[in-house]
């Protein structure tokens, strides 16, 4: 990839590229002909689809509905029962059962009016406004969401394939993933060691890792206490690392040992049948229970829809959370490239509000409401202690986001143990809050 | 002449008139939009009671005053709301609590 | 909706503009032609672009240590190689990163990976030169965020010297096949400066790794204050028999660092 690509946009190679940036091209010649009344289709006050029923998708789905009851939506998600990533580790743990992690789309179908169809998208067609199904229908749109979350690079790292998931899981993406890792874990001998190999930035929910291997060493130490917890990490620093380090000192005394990558922390290679990983010099490290948290990129239906960049992930205009590259798809959450924001479930949620909003006015034919996100990330190193990081994020005279300066920042090194234990409880009330917020789900 | 002093008395008016503009404020897709990142912790509308408490349908007047302490760094033991209230100014914590302040609990 | 359309024209715009009028190499030409330390190397030549990579993220949540990578795979010729690489970051307090000087044939050009400092966005340069006074650039643009949930650890490691070299070989070697050897020493490269670039302490480097293969030189890379903590090296080497090979690390202290491999073909 030459430095111009990064910098300029591409020039169409293939006909599909042709299409898109033709397409684009009339889309602004309408747009730049009569300021703005977009063409809708007869009927209704205009054709959402929402593809992905997770934290950004069901969201903008529901709050589409809130917006205008009149639009019609149309979620398009594969499975009837969504499981979640947050809260997913206190299932690892034996804390939590998968149906307390389990939520469906009855609220948004009963209560909200979204037409839900369980099936795979499949394909985007940018120029014609169509969305092809894994059932063989095909959807129209004036506006289409993407919240496609993440896919696995199966290709990234030596070793780590579809098939070496399913001895060394990533359960990263949470479901049959999670039940498979929570099995290796009850089925472990007591003495042995489990490997977290985490990766480098960007990723899926950056404390994550680390809140799984203390919640892990919580477990152990219940019902395995000779048994250890060794993180390899691809990173030298981490999301919430002081009190990260400090809660694993109160609460797991040596339990879990943290290799960065200046101490040979990078896994290169895996061997997941010998539950084996070598470092990237040359260290082999083995496994009683292996899990592999591998890179990751922007789900599989924005790489079909063209919305993704060189790095994989999708650029978007923040005002909006409208892709850069081919107008009226919007893509929120974890595929796309919010940072500041982190790819966390609650910036999904945020995002898929302000991208429902913009949807909303832009079809309604009114100006834009300024957009403002928040994200709250709690980890939890035992079950009754927690820690959290937060911020209030809005967008600055250059149209990029930033955190408002005092918002930003993690909980207090030196709280008290009182304080730990209210967040570990609020930690608990905001899984339950935003469960209910984008799935209705009342826990 | 006539025309002008109406439009004056009208925006006055407007202005004077606490609870409608309140009212104004809770169905401003605006204020919707900022007020929407609240759900996250406090429930669609900010309704769900829990571990964190509700605020939908409290007064107005008790919600800006908490969110201003907050800001201020005056409620003791807190952990994430002081971080929260400093991402906002002042009228936009206003704001905020009028917002939640008309929607009814139920 | 004005906002809208406006930032949307503007994106065709410049879709337009810079398909039509402009090509992006004359933008970057002119943009290196404005930073002093670009220019003092380039003086007497026109960089060629071909051939000459620079990988990057296009966005980086954490600036203390970005993954880089330096590939040159362009045309040489008749007795040509290319024999030093230039990594700047201009939008640093300190442009320098880091310079390698490939002095044998046996060190490659090609798919070389090192860790960099980004204190801001900014746009990244690589240059290459030849022994025949050819030289080429590569640019990349890199917008740097502090992630909401990557905060760094305030106290983390403490080190003030040179500490664990590591050295990585593959487990089988074969003449003239290129393998990749990784280099890594703990060090926390304090720069000494503040965010400005005012000094504010003194600063303590590794300055150099130099790297020998059976008594001779193959390859020299002198770190700056755009090098990551734990200065980083990855290079191909294609070797042309058995022989020792040794490394060396020299620090602004004044200390020195030797470690020796067998390589055996």
């Known amino acids: 990839m030459s430095s111009r690509d990064s910098k300029f946009p591409r020039i169409a190679t293939s006909r599909r590229d042709l299409l898109k940036v033709f397409g684009a091209g009339t889309a602004l010649a309408a747009t730049a002909g009569c300021a703005g009344t977009p063409f809708i289709s007869r009927g209704s006050a205009g054709r959402v689809v929402v593809v992905g029923g997770g934290f950004g998708g069901a969201t903008a789905a529901k709050y589409l509905k809130r917006g205008n009851p009149a639009l019609e939506v149309t979620l398009v998600e594969p499975n009837a029962t969504f499981y979640t990533c947050p809260f997913s580790n206190l299932h690892l743990a034996g804390e939590r059962a998968m149906s307390g992690i389990a939520h469906n789309y009855e609220e948004l179908k009963q209560v909200y009016g979204v037409r839900v169809i369980h099936t795979r998208a499949e394909d985007v067609d940018p120029v014609a406004k169509t969305v092809k199904l894994g059932n063989g229908n095909t959807l129209s749109y004036d506006k289409l969401v993407l919240s496609p979350g993440i896919d696995i690079r199966w290709d990234a790292l030596e070793g780590y394939d579809q098939a070496a998931a399913e001895h060394a899981p990533h359960a990263w993406q949470a479901g049959d993933q999670t039940r498979l890792l929570r099995r290796q874990l009850e089925a472990m001998e007591d003495g042995g060691t489990f490997i977290l190999s985490a990766p ?16 892990i060493a919580h477990y152990l130490g219940k019902h395995k206490p000779r048994s250890k917890v060794l993180i390899l990490d691809a990173k030298d620093n981490f999301s919430k690392q002081g009190l990260f380090m400090q809660g694993w000192r109160e609460n797991h005394g040596d339990r ?15 061997d997941a049948a010998k539950r084996e990983v070598v470092t990237e010099f040359g260290t082999v490290h083995k496994a009683s229970v292996l899990n592999v948290v591998p890179p990751q990129k922007a789900g599989l239906i924005a790489h079909r829809a063209g919305v993704t960049d060189a790095s994989g992930w999708v650029p978007v205009n923040p005002q909006t959370f409208e892709s850069q590259r081919v107008k009226d798809i919007y893509v929120v959450g974890d595929a796309t490239v919010a940072a500041p924001m982190p790819k966390s479930g609650f910036a999904a949620n945020a995002q898929g509000k302000v991208a429902a909003a913009a949807i909303v006015a832009e079809l309604d034919g009114r100006s834009l409401p300024k957009p403002y996100w928040a994200n709250t990330c709690y980890s939890l190193i035992t079950p009754d202690y927690g820690i959290s990081v937060a911020a209030v994020y809005k967008l600055n005279e250059e149209g990029q986001i930033y955190a408002v300066p005092g918002s930003d920042g993690v909980s207090a090194l030196d709280a008290p143990l009182v304080t730990r234990r209210l967040e570990a409880e609020y930690a608990v009330g905001w899984y339950n809050a935003i469960s209910q917020d984008t799935w209705g789900t009342v826990l | 002449m006539l025309k002008s002093l109406t439009l004056t008395t009208i925006t006055s008016l407007i ?15 605006q204020v919707a939009l900022m007020a929407a990142a609240c759900a ?14 509700a605020i939908a349908g409290r007064p107005a007047v008790a919600l800006e005053s908490q969110l201003l302490a907050f800001k201020q760094g005056e409620i003791p033991n807190t952990t994430v709301m002081d971080r929260i209230a400093r ?18 609990r139920n | ?81 290319i024999n030093t690489l230039h990594l700047l970051a201009p939008g640093n307090p300190r442009s320098e990163v880091m310079s390698l000087r490939l002095q044998s044939p046996q060190a490659s050009p090609a798919q070389i990976n090192t860790r960099m400092r980004l204190s801001q966005s900014q746009t990244v340069y690589l240059v290459a030169k030849s022994n025949q006074g050819r030289s080429w650039l590569a640019s990349r643009e890199v917008r740097v965020t502090v992630s909401g949930c990557a905060v760094a650890d ?27 050897i990784r280099i ?47 200065p980083f090296v990855q290079f191909q080497l294609t070797p042309k028999e058995s022989g020792e090979l040794t490394f060396t690390w020299r620090d602004s202290q004044g200390n020195e660092v030797n470690e020796t491999r067998e390589l055996r073909l």
């Open chain 1, 256 to 270: 879990i040992e943290w290799v960065g990558l200046s101490g040979d922390g990078k896994v290169v290679r895996v």
């Open chain 2, 87 to 104: 991402g906002y100014t002042d009228d936009e914590l206003k704001a905020l609590a009028h917002y939640f302040a008309n929607i009814p």
């Open chain 2, 40 to 53: 996250n912790c406090h429930g669609t509308d900010g309704k769900l009671a829990g571990s964190i408490p």
């Open chain 3, 1 to 81: 909706m004005g906002t809208l359309f406006s930032s949307r024209f503007r994106v065709w715009l410049s879709v337009l503009l810079f398909s039509l009028l402009l090509t992006p190499a004359s933008q970057a030409e002119q943009a290196w032609q404005r930073i002093p330390a670009l220019e003092a190397l380039l003086a007497e030549t026109t960089p060629l672009r071909d051939g000459l990579t620079l990988d990057l993220p296009f966005v980086v949540d954490d600036g203390s240590a970005v993954a880089v990578g330096l590939n040159f795979s362009g045309q040489l010729q008749q007795g040509e190689y």
């Open chain 2, 15 to 29: 202005l004077l008139a606490g609870p409608a503009h309140a009212n104004d404020t809770a169905r401003d897709p």
């Open chain 3, 154 to 180: 305030p106290d983390a490691r403490n080190l003030v010297a040179m500490e664990t070299p590591r050295i990585a070989l593959p487990n089988r070697l074969r003449q003239g096949q290129p393998a990749s």
């Open chain 1, 200 to 215: 480098a930035n960007p990723f899926r929910c950056p404390p994550g890792p680390y809140e799984r291997a203390s919640l």
């Open chain 3, 184 to 230: 890594m020493i703990n060090h926390p490269m304090e720069t000494g400066l503040d965010e400005t670039g005012e000094r504010v302490a003194e600063a303590n480097l590794v300055q150099s790794l130099t790297i020998q293969l059976a008594g001779e030189p193959l390859l020299q890379a002198d770190f700056a204050t755009g090098t990551a903590a734990n």
